[in-house]
């Protein structure tokens, strides 16, 4: 069974649409994240929800929307894509406490185009 | 914002070499962790380290958490085909951070059979 699961794993799209990814984690983790990876292959988050709160948000651009249904849920929405949002965009989970807290699992990514 | 700076930014190796990649901090961290990626896939973790001076080994895979708390290294023994991929350390700070990895570039290893 898939831990960490992202839908869909490729997304092109035109500039200026709006557009979802969905997350998923089956591990009952409390914490869920969106982390962007650039072309460079460099990983930076974007935000994070504890228990359905936004607890971190990285300065990221309001066009990006972040929600949680729920605690096994995080999707990311994304308003009037642009060409530089183009990249591969990760999902992961961690545990509340204890020293495995800091031990991200995260999904097989979703690689946006914006063309 | 806090950096890592993981050297070398590449690696060419033969099959059978050891291989020794670094991340170096100017901050402190309070976990360290170390990740694969392959290919087309997620970053997948294969050591975290969580003590400094902390010295601990996964396999053929060894790594160590810096006494200043501000590094950390991973070798991997003997190394074969399948350990081609994108290596990435990851830092924790702590307190208002708690949650939030910082990641290194990464190392891309290529190994030749």
């Known amino acids: 069974d898939t831990a960490v699961s992202q839908t869909p794993k490729y997304l092109v799209t035109q500039m200026g649409n709006d557009k979802s990814i969905k997350c998923e984690q089956n591990?009952?983790?409390?914490?869920m994240y969106w982390y962007k990876q650039d072309s460079k292959k460099f990983l930076k988050i974007m935000f994070s929800?504890?228990?359905?709160?936004?607890?971190i948000n990285e300065t990221v651009p309001n066009r990006f929307s972040p929600k949680s249904p729920d605690k096994a849920h995080l999707n990311l929405h994304i308003n009037s894509l642009e060409l530089g949002d183009s990249a591969v965009y990760f999902c992961?989970?961690?545990?509340?406490?204890?020293?495995?807290?800091?031990?991200?699992?995260f999904g097989q990514g979703t690689r946006l185009t914006v063309v | 914002g806090q950096q890592l700076n993981q050297s070398p930014q590449s690696m060419f190796i033969q099959e059978g070499e050891d291989v020794s990649m670094n991340c170096t901090s100017s901050?402190?961290?309070?976990?360290w962790l170390w990740y694969k990626q392959d290919p087309g896939e997620g970053p997948v973790l294969l050591i975290a380290l969580y003590k400094a001076g902390e010295l601990t080994s996964n396999g053929r895979l060894t790594a160590q958490f810096g006494i200043t708390r501000k590094d950390s290294f991973l070798n991997i023994s003997a190394s074969i085909p399948s350990d081609v991929g994108i290596y990435f350390c990851?830092?924790?700070?702590?307190?208002?951070?708690?949650?939030?990895?910082?990641f290194g570039q990464g190392t891309i290893l290529t190994v030749h059979p």
């Open positions: 591990l009952g983790h409390d914490t």
């Open positions: 929800y504890n228990n359905k709160e936004l607890i």
């Open positions: 901050s402190i961290f309070n976990t």
């Open positions: 990851a830092g924790q700070a702590g307190g208002t951070s708690y949650g939030k990895l910082t």
């Open positions: 992961a989970s961690t545990s509340k406490g204890g020293l495995s807290a800091m031990s991200a699992f």
